[in-house]
Protein backbone atom coordinates (compact mmCIF):
# COMPACT_ATOMS: atom_id res chain seq x y z
CA UNK A 1 0.00 0.00 0.00
CA UNK A 2 3.18 2.44 0.51
CA UNK A 3 3.15 2.68 -3.53
CA UNK A 4 -0.27 4.25 -3.70
CA UNK A 5 0.50 6.13 -0.71
CA UNK A 6 -2.73 5.04 1.10
CA UNK A 7 -2.91 2.64 4.80
CA UNK A 8 -5.07 -0.10 5.12
CA UNK A 9 -6.46 -0.99 7.99
CA UNK A 10 -7.74 -5.13 6.92
CA UNK A 11 -4.92 -6.28 5.54
CA UNK A 12 -5.03 -8.91 8.62
CA UNK A 13 -8.09 -10.54 6.87
CA UNK A 14 -5.12 -11.49 3.71
CA UNK A 15 -2.75 -12.24 6.32
CA UNK A 16 -5.22 -14.95 7.77
CA UNK A 17 -6.42 -16.01 4.41
CA UNK A 18 -2.96 -17.17 3.63
CA UNK A 19 -2.20 -18.81 6.70
CA UNK A 20 -5.67 -20.87 6.42
CA UNK A 21 -5.73 -21.45 3.03
CA UNK A 22 -2.01 -23.38 3.78
CA UNK A 23 -3.73 -25.61 6.91
CA UNK A 24 -7.03 -26.19 5.11
CA UNK A 25 -5.01 -26.97 1.67
CA UNK A 26 -3.29 -29.70 3.70
CA UNK A 27 -6.04 -30.86 5.80
CA UNK A 28 -8.61 -31.71 3.20
CA UNK A 29 -6.02 -32.44 -0.13
CA UNK A 30 -3.05 -33.82 2.24
CA UNK A 31 -1.21 -31.32 0.36
CA UNK A 32 2.31 -29.01 1.52
CA UNK A 33 3.25 -25.73 1.46
CA UNK A 34 5.05 -26.08 -2.09
CA UNK A 35 1.60 -26.29 -3.44
CA UNK A 36 -0.35 -24.14 -1.43
CA UNK A 37 1.67 -21.06 -1.61
CA UNK A 38 0.60 -20.44 -4.68
CA UNK A 39 -2.96 -21.20 -4.36
CA UNK A 40 -2.55 -18.92 -1.60
CA UNK A 41 -0.99 -16.07 -3.11
CA UNK A 42 -3.92 -16.24 -5.80
CA UNK A 43 -6.54 -16.27 -3.51
CA UNK A 44 -5.30 -13.14 -1.63
CA UNK A 45 -5.10 -11.50 -4.96
CA UNK A 46 -8.61 -12.15 -5.74
CA UNK A 47 -9.67 -11.19 -2.55
CA UNK A 48 -7.90 -8.08 -2.86
CA UNK A 49 -9.64 -7.14 -6.13
CA UNK A 50 -12.66 -8.64 -5.04
CA UNK A 51 -12.84 -5.64 -2.26
CA UNK A 52 -10.50 -3.25 -3.48
CA UNK A 53 -13.15 -2.60 -6.82
CA UNK A 54 -16.22 -1.21 -5.26
CA UNK A 55 -14.07 0.62 -3.12
CA UNK A 56 -11.75 2.10 -5.80
CA UNK A 57 -13.14 5.60 -5.40
CA UNK A 58 -12.18 5.86 -1.94
CA UNK A 59 -8.96 7.01 -0.59
CA UNK A 60 -7.08 8.52 2.59
CA UNK A 61 -9.31 8.27 5.87
CA UNK A 62 -12.35 7.09 4.04
CA UNK A 63 -10.70 4.03 2.96
CA UNK A 64 -8.73 3.01 6.03
CA UNK A 65 -12.70 2.63 7.79
CA UNK A 66 -13.44 0.99 4.71
CA UNK A 67 -10.67 -1.60 5.19
CA UNK A 68 -11.58 -1.80 8.94
CA UNK A 69 -14.72 -3.88 7.75
CA UNK A 70 -12.28 -6.70 6.57
CA UNK A 71 -10.61 -6.75 10.22
CA UNK A 72 -13.83 -6.52 12.23
CA UNK A 73 -15.39 -9.36 9.97
CA UNK A 74 -11.93 -11.90 10.35
CA UNK A 75 -12.87 -13.28 13.43
CA UNK A 76 -16.52 -13.85 12.86
CA UNK A 77 -15.83 -15.95 9.53
CA UNK A 78 -13.45 -17.92 11.24
CA UNK A 79 -15.33 -18.79 14.42
CA UNK A 80 -18.42 -19.16 11.59
CA UNK A 81 -17.12 -21.81 9.21
CA UNK A 82 -15.70 -23.73 12.35
CA UNK A 83 -15.95 -27.09 10.13
CA UNK A 84 -13.24 -25.40 7.42
CA UNK A 85 -11.67 -23.40 10.16
CA UNK A 86 -11.27 -25.06 13.51
CA UNK A 87 -12.92 -22.76 15.41
CA UNK A 88 -11.55 -21.40 18.30
CA UNK A 89 -9.05 -24.62 18.70
CA UNK A 90 -7.87 -23.33 15.23
CA UNK A 91 -6.03 -26.09 12.75
CA UNK A 92 -2.70 -27.63 13.14
CA UNK A 93 -0.20 -27.78 10.39
CA UNK A 94 1.89 -30.85 9.87
CA UNK A 95 3.59 -31.17 7.04
CA UNK A 96 7.28 -29.58 6.19
CA UNK A 97 7.42 -27.50 3.01
CA UNK A 98 10.76 -29.74 2.51
CA UNK A 99 10.48 -33.00 3.50
CA UNK A 100 13.44 -34.61 4.38
CA UNK A 101 15.03 -31.68 5.52
CA UNK A 102 15.74 -30.82 9.07
CA UNK A 103 13.04 -28.65 10.67
CA UNK A 104 15.38 -25.87 12.07
CA UNK A 105 17.13 -25.59 8.50
CA UNK A 106 13.24 -24.91 7.22
CA UNK A 107 12.22 -22.15 9.76
CA UNK A 108 15.44 -19.90 8.83
CA UNK A 109 15.82 -20.65 4.55
CA UNK A 110 12.27 -21.26 3.65
CA UNK A 111 11.51 -17.94 5.23
CA UNK A 112 14.23 -16.33 3.55
CA UNK A 113 14.05 -18.09 0.10
CA UNK A 114 10.14 -16.35 -0.17
CA UNK A 115 11.18 -13.07 1.35
CA UNK A 116 14.58 -12.82 -1.47
CA UNK A 117 11.97 -14.27 -4.17
CA UNK A 118 9.11 -11.41 -3.27
CA UNK A 119 11.84 -8.76 -2.98
CA UNK A 120 12.99 -9.39 -6.58
CA UNK A 121 9.52 -9.70 -7.80
CA UNK A 122 9.21 -6.10 -6.47
CA UNK A 123 11.97 -4.45 -8.14
CA UNK A 124 11.71 -6.12 -11.13
CA UNK A 125 7.50 -4.60 -11.12
CA UNK A 126 9.00 -1.14 -9.87
CA UNK A 127 11.28 -0.62 -13.17
CA UNK A 128 8.24 -2.28 -15.17
CA UNK A 129 6.01 -0.11 -17.07
CA UNK A 130 3.23 -1.00 -15.41
CA UNK A 131 5.12 -0.39 -11.96
CA UNK A 132 6.00 2.87 -13.14
CA UNK A 133 2.27 4.08 -14.15
CA UNK A 134 1.39 3.06 -10.30
CA UNK A 135 4.26 5.75 -9.26
CA UNK A 136 3.33 8.24 -11.23
CA UNK A 137 -0.60 8.62 -10.52
CA UNK A 138 0.76 8.60 -6.84
CA UNK A 139 3.71 11.61 -7.02
CA UNK A 140 1.66 13.63 -10.18
CA UNK A 141 -1.55 12.39 -10.07
CA UNK A 142 -3.09 15.18 -12.76
CA UNK A 143 -0.39 14.43 -15.20
CA UNK A 144 -1.40 10.30 -14.94
CA UNK A 145 -4.78 11.07 -15.52
CA UNK A 146 -3.74 13.00 -18.74
CA UNK A 147 -2.25 10.16 -20.16
CA UNK A 148 -5.04 7.67 -18.77
CA UNK A 149 -4.12 6.51 -15.37
CA UNK A 150 -6.73 6.76 -13.09
CA UNK A 151 -6.12 7.02 -9.32
CA UNK A 152 -8.81 4.30 -9.32
CA UNK A 153 -7.00 2.09 -11.28
CA UNK A 154 -3.89 2.56 -9.25
CA UNK A 155 -5.67 1.59 -5.65
CA UNK A 156 -6.98 -1.22 -7.21
CA UNK A 157 -3.60 -2.31 -8.45
CA UNK A 158 -2.03 -1.69 -5.61
CA UNK A 159 -3.97 -2.91 -2.93
CA UNK A 160 -4.53 -6.50 -5.33
CA UNK A 161 -1.00 -6.88 -5.12
CA UNK A 162 -0.36 -5.63 -1.99
CA UNK A 163 -3.27 -8.34 -0.92
CA UNK A 164 -1.15 -11.21 -2.69
CA UNK A 165 2.02 -10.40 -1.44
CA UNK A 166 0.38 -10.71 2.32
CA UNK A 167 -1.16 -13.81 1.58
CA UNK A 168 1.65 -14.94 0.42
CA UNK A 169 3.79 -14.35 3.24
CA UNK A 170 1.08 -15.39 5.79
CA UNK A 171 1.66 -19.01 3.44
CA UNK A 172 5.12 -19.00 4.27
CA UNK A 173 4.60 -18.07 7.81
CA UNK A 174 2.80 -21.12 8.34
CA UNK A 175 5.08 -23.01 7.41
CA UNK A 176 7.04 -21.76 11.02
CA UNK A 177 4.03 -23.47 13.17
CA UNK A 178 4.53 -26.55 11.79
CA UNK A 179 8.47 -26.41 13.01
CA UNK A 180 7.01 -24.94 16.09
CA UNK A 181 3.95 -27.20 16.62
CA UNK A 182 1.14 -24.30 17.28
CA UNK A 183 -2.21 -23.86 15.98
CA UNK A 184 -3.68 -21.88 13.35
CA UNK A 185 -6.65 -19.91 15.53
CA UNK A 186 -8.70 -16.57 15.18
CA UNK A 187 -6.53 -14.46 17.97
CA UNK A 188 -3.24 -15.20 15.92
CA UNK A 189 -4.81 -12.96 13.29
CA UNK A 190 -6.51 -10.11 15.29
CA UNK A 191 -6.43 -6.60 14.57
CA UNK A 192 -3.98 -6.29 18.16
CA UNK A 193 -1.69 -8.46 16.10
CA UNK A 194 -1.81 -6.16 12.88
CA UNK A 195 -1.23 -2.83 15.02
CA UNK A 196 2.75 -2.98 13.81
CA UNK A 197 1.59 -3.44 9.63
CA UNK A 198 -0.38 -0.59 9.73
CA UNK A 199 2.74 1.55 11.98
CA UNK A 200 4.90 0.76 9.02
CA UNK A 201 2.03 1.49 6.36
CA UNK A 202 1.75 4.96 7.84
CA UNK A 203 5.31 5.85 8.04
CA UNK A 204 6.08 4.06 4.68
CA UNK A 205 3.20 6.51 3.23
CA UNK A 206 4.62 9.18 4.61
CA UNK A 207 8.38 8.72 3.70
CA UNK A 208 7.23 8.10 0.08
CA UNK A 209 4.78 11.01 -0.15
CA UNK A 210 7.56 13.22 1.43
CA UNK A 211 9.31 12.49 -1.45
CA UNK A 212 7.17 12.85 -4.46
CA UNK A 213 9.97 13.64 -7.01
CA UNK A 214 12.10 10.44 -6.30
CA UNK A 215 9.64 8.01 -8.08
Known amino acids: MRYGGEVSIGHSFFVALG ?55 LPEILIGFEKITGGFQGLYIALDPVP ?67 SCWSARSSASMACRCRPLWPAAHSSHWCRPIWRMQVIGSRSSMGSRSSW
Do not use: D, N
Not at 58 to 71: D, K, N, Q
Open 100 to 166: GVPKALQRYYVALAVLGLMCLALAQFRRSPQGMALLMARAQPRAAEAIGITGSWARISIFTLSAALS
Open 19 to 73: AYTVAIVEHQFGLSLLVSLPIATALGAAAGFVFAFPSRRLSGIYLAVATMALALA
